[in-house]
């Protein structure tokens, strides 16, 4: 990896031959103090759009919100996506894989939303076949959600899974994470033949950089907190990330 002396971005300035994995919380998007309080930069769907043409469509976004959410945050739909921590799925020519949800987690979302409510602080956040509960404006709360959404995630197991986050708990679909979405695209044109890079900033990521290793391509953590990861690159902070990506596709 190489900066060409501009920062310390690990990455290369130039889009030739790469296929591009990003994250969004925490990676394009400065985190915020609720879901729904993120703020896209008004450029950078253009910038991400300017960058999917010059890359022939290989570009995905590999995130743990839904792909309606992404599509409401970025205005993309025809962008690749995975949502859902891998779960759900758009590929660069418009195919979606969706999950049904069932009786079980119907009832396990219902529980859910009517605890949160009484919890002041705590944001309950309905993904579709997911929900997570944020506990980053009452950290006191941590340990009342946890237990929560352990007792939830028991009746429904078959089918979820709990998922650790920056101060949330998620009940996310099993069987399929970020890592085999950015395999699956990589088996299929535009991404196919392609150097992968996936690019993240949280645990969920953590299978996506090896995913992107195991393919003897490039894996960057964002965030400098000393955090263990499979990365191999690091880059400060989601600004360094969109100004990477905007001068590589300029
Ligand atoms: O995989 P990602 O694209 O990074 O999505 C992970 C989760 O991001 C969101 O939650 C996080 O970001 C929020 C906005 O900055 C923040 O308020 C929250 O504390 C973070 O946990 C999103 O709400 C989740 O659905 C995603 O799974
Ligand atoms: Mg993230």
Redesign the pocket.
């Known amino acids: 990896m190489h900066g060409h002396g501009r920062s310390s971005c690990p990455l290369p300035e130039n889009a030739s031959g790469l296929a591009l994995f990003l ?5 394009l ?7 729904e ?2 703020v896209v930069p008004p450029d950078l769907p253009t910038v991400l759009k300017r960058l999917a043409d010059r890359l022939d469509g290989a570009l995905a976004l ?4 839904s792909i309606g959410t992404v599509d409401d945050l970025f205005g993309l739909p025809a962008t690749a996506v995975s949502g859902l ?1 891998g779960a759900e799925w758009r590929g660069a020519d418009g195919r979606t894989a969706t999950i049904a949800t069932t009786e079980a987690f119907e009832l396990a979302r219902s529980y859910m939303r009517q605890q949160t409510a009484d919890m002041p602080g705590v944001i309950f ?1 309905d ?1 579709g076949a997911a929900i ?1 509960a ?1 506990y ?1 404006l009452a950290p006191e709360r941590e340990t009342q959600v946890r237990e929560l959404m352990a007792a939830i995630a028991g009746p429904v197991a078959d089918g979820w899974e709990l998922q650790e ?4 708990v ?1 009940l996310r679909p099993r069987g399929r994470d970020k890592g085999d979405a950015l395999a699956s695209f990589m088996r299929e044109a535009p991404f196919r033949g392609r150097r992968p890079v996936a690019i ?3 645990v ?2 953590e299978t996506m950089f090896a995913a992107a290793n195991r393919l003897e391509g490039l894996s960057v953590r964002v965030g400098i907190d000393g955090r263990q990861s499979l990365a191999r690159g690091r880059m400060r902070a989601p600004s360094d990330v969109r100004g990477w990506l905007a001068r590589i596709s300029a």
């Open positions: 994250d969004i919380d925490g990676t998007l400065d985190i915020a103090q609720t879901p309080a993120v590999i995130t743990g919100r921590h956040e993904k997570a944020h980053r986050g920056k101060q949330v998620e993240g900033d949280d969920t990521d």
